[in-house]
Nanobody, 122 residues
Framework: QVQLVESGGGLVQPGGSLRLSCAVSGTIFSMYGMAWYRRAPGKARELVAHIDKNRNTNYADSVKCRFTISRDNAKNIVYLQMNSLKPEDTAVYYC????????????????WGQGTQVTVSS
């Protein structure tokens, strides 16, 4: 059974940084495409960043040059480093596994984590 467990969320001031982690078990992690999504209150779910098995990455325009997605295949973890955080980054962040990368985008896979809350506020 594939399981994804996110961690690293919290409350941070504008301009601050957080690193989210998503630990994956129950599958051959290195073969999976991975992604981070977020859902802000009252808004639709948004694809934030994704990384394929060859470590090619892509980002939403709203987070380019501020967020970095990476993966450690030895530890079965995908990370989202978030810098220069803004209040509009406030959301629940979800990890997704097993999706399909195409034309610079990503169609979500079947596996989701439980989400971790990120709140950016002074």
């Amino acid at each position: 059974q594939v399981q994804l467990v996110e961690s690293g969320g919290g409350l941070v001031q504008p301009g601050g940084s957080l690193r989210l982690s998503c630990a994956v078990s129950g599958t051959i992690f290195s073969m999976y495409g991975m992604a981070w999504y977020r859902r802000a209150p009252g808004k639709a779910r948004e694809l934030v960043a994704h990384i394929d098995k060859n470590r090619n990455t892509n980002y939403a325009d709203s987070v380019k040059c501020r967020f970095t997605i990476s993966r450690d295949n030895a530890k079965n973890i995908v990370y989202l480093q978030m810098n220069s955080l803004k209040p509009e980054d406030t959301a629940v962040y979800y990890c997704n596994a097993g999706g399909t990368h195409y034309s610079g985008s990503y169609a979500s896979g079947a596996y989701w984590g439980q989400g971790t809350q990120v709140t950016v506020s002074s």
